[in-house]
């Protein structure tokens, strides 16, 4: 069974490589060995594979299968996860050729781009520079992974061409069924759901068994997963749910393994689930490609439904465990992700001993003013409108760009030493009146634990592409 992205056709149960990296900690692999053990897997019909450039040398190894088994034509999904701070044309382009080189080809069929930090726009250069390359032809499909639904909606409805967002989505964790569904379904974007076994905690392996201890006897994935676990309830309450999906088992016949990733798979906007794929390991091919045969009536998915429900939900949105706390990581961090993170903007202290932060569009240069200004522990934001250097953010739609105006708003508190928990006033001026309750519901979403004094009101403003303004003042 297939999905389509865009104009690529996959393989709805895909095979994740990131197991690579982890047992690349002990012993280096041989990409040209290594890629025979990609075979078997391809000659079951599992013909798609999700890398990334840090899964060690996943890349490599693809690329090598391609070219020792030409007959044997699969699809390679991998991903470019930069370092926070600006991104170039040229960052964007030396990215690209190298994962061509990697995997020896002259387009990539889907391209995946992670980013750290909303408040720094250099995402978006990020995403225009790569479509540019797409229409290059160097890349066939753009995909996304681990955004949450407010800046998939940014890029969507700023013209990028995105088939895909891959996400942690599973019977623990279910932050994607909701907002994050129903605005994919809106825009045709599929979700590439990883995590749907928990790092192997959703198996017969764990039911019954003592709670793990988080040490190194642990993978990655474990380590990451079983945060998951203790956010959702604890290990009790984990094993309950366990102990149901057993019995479900027994009885359609499967494993625990299988109904947990068919279950995502049949979720409303999931367009294929990645499960973990360990190198010369080829016992589970069977209970793989089962996740696409197994049925579940309409009564079975409720019981599931009603099993899970006792957990406690995972909080936020899709891909806040790598940007806010609780970090749900290995680490329980970002310190085996990234080193630091650049201020988004620029500072230039005056005369005075002001501080003026300054975001590099037009109209600061054209008008002759600051984003945002720092004097004594006050900080003032100027109205600030969806704009990107030279470009409209967000299309004409309300709610994205609003989301990118706080983005911005909190990029210049962000490089001025404060954040949005620090503002104590906004001002909101909006074109239509229509738009008002869209453009409230942004500012909630993000203000809704801060709760500054607001005012919104209906002007014409300055540019026709814009339909929203906020303004901001906060206290350090």
Same mark, same amino acid.
């Given at each position: 069974?297939?999905?389509?992205?865009?104009?690529?056709?996959?393989?709805?149960?895909?095979?994740?490589?990131?197991?690579?990296?982890?047992?690349?900690?002990?012993?280096?692999?041989?990409?040209?060995?290594?890629?025979?053990?990609?075979?078997?897997?391809?000659?079951?019909?599992?013909?798609?594979?999700?890398?990334?450039?840090?899964?060690?040398?996943?890349?490599?190894?693809?690329?090598?299968?391609?070219?020792?088994?030409?007959?044997?034509?699969?699809?390679?999904?991998?991903?470019?996860?930069?370092?926070?701070?600006?991104?170039?044309?040229?960052?964007?382009?030396?990215?690209?050729?190298?994962?061509?080189?990697?995997?020896?080809?002259?387009?990539?069929?889907?391209?995946?781009?992670?980013?750290?930090?909303?408040?720094?726009?250099?995402?978006?250069?990020?995403?225009?520079?790569?479509?540019?390359?797409?229409?290059?032809?160097?890349?066939?499909?753009?995909?996304?992974?681990?955004?949450?639904?407010?800046?998939?909606?940014?890029?969507?409805?700023?013209?990028?061409?995105?088939?895909?967002? %891959?996400?942690?989505? @599973?019977? &623990?964790? $279910?932050? *994607?069924?909701?907002?994050? =569904?129903?605005?994919?379904?809106? #825009?045709?974007?599929?979700?590439?759901?990883?995590?749907?076994?928990?790092?192997?905690?959703?198996?017969?392996?764990?039911?019954?068994?003592?709670?793990?201890?988080?040490?190194?006897?642990?993978?990655?994935?474990?380590?990451?997963?079983?945060?998951?676990?203790?956010?959702?309830?604890?290990?009790?309450?984990? %094993?309950?749910?366990? @102990?149901? &999906?057993? $019995?479900? *088992?027994?009885?359609?016949? =499967?494993?625990?393994?299988?109904? #947990?990733?068919?279950?995502?798979?049949?979720?409303?906007?999931?367009?294929?689930?990645?499960?973990?794929?360990?190198?010369?390991?080829?016992?589970?091919?069977?209970?793989?490609?089962?996740?696409?045969?197994?049925?579940?009536?309409?009564?079975?998915?409720?019981?599931?439904?009603?099993?899970?429900?006792?957990? %406690?939900?995972?909080?936020?949105?899709?891909?806040?465990?790598?940007?806010?706390?609780?970090?749900?990581?290995?680490?329980?961090?970002?310190?085996?992700?990234?080193?630091?993170?650049?201020?988004?903007?620029?500072?230039?202290?005056?005369?005075?001993?002001?501080?003026?932060?300054?975001?590099?569009?037009?109209?600061?240069?054209?008008?002759?003013?600051?984003?945002?200004?720092?004097?004594?522990?006050?900080?003032?934001?100027?109205?600030?409108?969806?704009?990107?250097?030279?470009?409209?953010?967000?299309?004409?739609?309300?709610?994205?760009?609003?989301?990118?105006?706080?983005?911005?708003?909190?990029?210049?508190?962000?490089?001025?030493?404060?954040?949005?928990?620090?503002?104590?006033?906004?001002?909101?001026?909006?074109?239509?009146?229509?738009?008002?309750?869209?453009?409230?519901?942004?500012?909630?979403?993000?203000?809704?634990?801060?709760?500054?004094?607001?005012?919104?009101?209906?002007?014409?403003?300055?540019?026709?592409?814009?339909?929203?303004?906020?303004?901001?003042?906060?206290?350090?």
């Amino acid at each position: 069974m297939t999905t389509q992205l865009g104009s690529l056709e996959i393989c709805q149960v895909i095979n994740g490589l990131w197991q690579i990296a982890d047992r690349e900690r002990h012993a280096a692999l041989n990409p040209r060995e290594a890629a025979s053990s990609l075979l078997p897997y391809v000659e079951a019909g599992l013909t798609s594979f999700d890398m990334a450039d840090h899964y060690g040398s996943s890349e490599e190894i693809v690329g090598w299968f391609k070219k020792l088994y030409p007959k044997h034509p699969i699809q390679a999904l991998t991903k470019w996860v930069p370092e926070p701070g600006p991104i170039s044309k040229d960052t964007v382009r030396a990215a690209v050729q190298r994962a061509l080189k990697r995997l020896q080809s002259e387009q990539l069929d889907l391209m995946q781009f992670h980013a750290w930090s909303y408040a720094d726009p250099s995402w978006l250069d990020g995403l225009f520079f790569l479509n540019e390359l797409k229409q290059e032809g160097l890349i066939r499909e753009l995909g996304v992974t681990n955004f949450d639904t407010a800046h998939l909606r940014v890029a969507v409805k700023s013209g990028i061409p995105i088939v895909s967002n %891959q996400v942690c989505f @599973s019977l &623990l964790d $279910q932050r *994607a069924a909701h907002e994050m =569904t129903d605005f994919c379904l809106h #825009a045709d974007v599929k979700l590439l759901a990883f995590g749907t076994l928990a790092g192997g905690f959703l198996s017969e392996r764990w039911l019954g068994k003592p709670e793990p201890v988080m040490n190194e006897s642990l993978t990655w994935s474990q380590m990451k997963y079983k945060r998951f676990i203790d956010t959702a309830g604890g290990w009790a309450e984990f %094993q309950s749910v366990l @102990s149901f &999906l057993q $019995q479900l *088992a027994l009885k359609k016949q =499967t494993s625990i393994a299988t109904l #947990a990733s068919h279950s995502i798979l049949q979720q409303a906007a999931c367009g294929a689930v990645i499960v973990g794929t360990r190198l010369e390991k080829t016992d589970a091919l069977p209970q793989t490609k089962e996740i696409m045969d197994v049925f579940l009536s309409d009564a079975e998915k409720e019981e599931v439904s009603e099993a899970v429900s006792g957990l %406690q939900k995972i909080p936020g949105d899709c891909g806040d465990e790598y940007r806010k706390p609780p970090f749900l990581t290995a680490s329980g961090d970002l310190s085996h992700h990234v080193k630091n993170f650049p201020k988004p903007y620029p500072i230039k202290t005056d005369a005075q001993h002001r501080e003026h932060a300054l975001s590099g569009t037009v109209w600061e240069d054209l008008a002759g003013f600051s984003r945002a200004i720092k004097k004594g522990n006050r900080i003032l934001i100027s109205g600030t409108t969806a704009t990107h250097g030279s470009r409209a953010i967000g299309g004409d739609d309300p709610t994205a760009q609003t989301h990118f105006v706080i983005d911005k708003i909190e990029g210049a508190l962000q490089s001025l030493g404060a954040s949005l928990a620090d503002v104590v006033r906004t001002r909101i001026f909006i074109r239509h009146v229509r738009d008002w309750e869209a453009v409230a519901r942004a500012h909630g979403a993000r203000f809704k634990d801060i709760q500054p004094a607001n005012t919104m009101v209906r002007a014409d403003l300055i540019g026709d592409e814009y339909v929203v303004e906020i303004e901001a003042e906060a206290e350090i």
